[in-house]
């Protein structure tokens, strides 16, 4: 199987961190939503309360970064391949030990990358624990297996703001890189209707909110590059 990346498509401006004001920058959702589009998705997910995270581990999710498209690297290793540049090698063509992470999503600056000294992250654009409390926590072991090492919901960011987002959805954190929280939204659009997570109503209007700033962003897809 080839290595999916993710389908980034230009990001926008759309509104602060905890969600609110999310459509900064546009005229919010009163803009219709195009066809195919990420905002146009947000009205086919499920909207519930959030779970109890009762029994969540990350061990629930299968061994960290394994091999699941089988071409021989771990997860971690395919991400850092796709996502940085000038990357180098220890063994050829799998074990990444630097690079550079340019114009870094969740913050816009360029963070270097140093194996063993490594002030990047691979962050799951929707949290394991969060998937467990709105679905998750139902599955079999292969499906969750399978949602820890998609590419679709993988993506190399800079350690400290991903600490800061935690397990966060889009109605309580939003990258402080204002140019790419519409990326970010649909990207969360994207993974969660492909496997049937629900949303809570706080976070589908903070959907419609950060999205309604930029209609026509399209749902990111399994194909194409950061």
């Known amino acids: 199987m080839v290595l999916a990346a993710l389908l980034a498509v230009g990001g926008c401006k759309a509104g602060?961190?905890?969600?609110?004001g999310a459509d900064e920058g546009?005229?919010?959702?009163?803009?219709?939503?195009?066809s195919g589009s990420a905002l146009a998705a947000v009205s086919s997910l499920t909207v519930k309360g959030r779970a109890p995270?009762?029994?969540?581990e990350r061990s629930e999710f299968g061994s960290s970064w394994?091999?699941?498209?089988?071409?021989?690297?771990g997860t971690r290793d395919d991400?850092?391949?796709?996502?940085?540049?000038d990357v180098k090698f220890r063994d050829g063509h799998?074990?990444?030990?630097?690079?550079?992470?340019?114009?870094?999503?969740?913050?816009?600056?360029?963070?270097?990358?140093?194996?063993?000294?490594?002030?990047?992250?691979?962050d799951h654009v929707v949290a394991l624990s969060d998937a467990w409390q709105k679905?998750?926590?139902?599955?079999d072991r292969d499906k969750r297996l399978e949602f820890a090492n998609d590419p679709l919901n993988l993506i190399a960011v800079d350690a400290s703001a991903n600490r800061r987002k935690g397990d966060g959805d889009t109605a309580t954190w939003l990258p402080p890189n204002k140019a790419y929280r519409c990326d970010y939204v649909?990207?969360?659009v994207a993974v969660k209707k492909t496997y049937g997570l629900w949303v809570t109503g706080a976070e589908k209007s903070a959907m419609e909110r950060v999205l309604g700033g930029c209609p026509g962003m399209k749902l990111p897809a399994r194909s194409g590059g950061r």
């Open 26 to 34: 546009g005229s919010g959702s009163s803009r219709p939503a195009a």
């Open 79 to 85: 991400i850092l391949k796709r996502d940085l540049k």
């Open 94 to 122: 799998c074990l990444v030990v630097s690079g550079t992470l340019t114009d870094e999503p969740y913050t816009g600056r360029d963070v270097r990358f140093v194996r063993g000294h490594s002030k990047v992250d691979i």
């Open 53 to 56: 995270k009762t029994g969540y």
């Open 16 to 20: 602060d961190q905890d969600g609110k």
């Open 186 to 188: 649909a990207h969360q």
């Open 135 to 139: 679905g998750a926590q139902k599955w």
């Open 66 to 73: 394994v091999d699941t498209d089988d071409n021989g690297c």
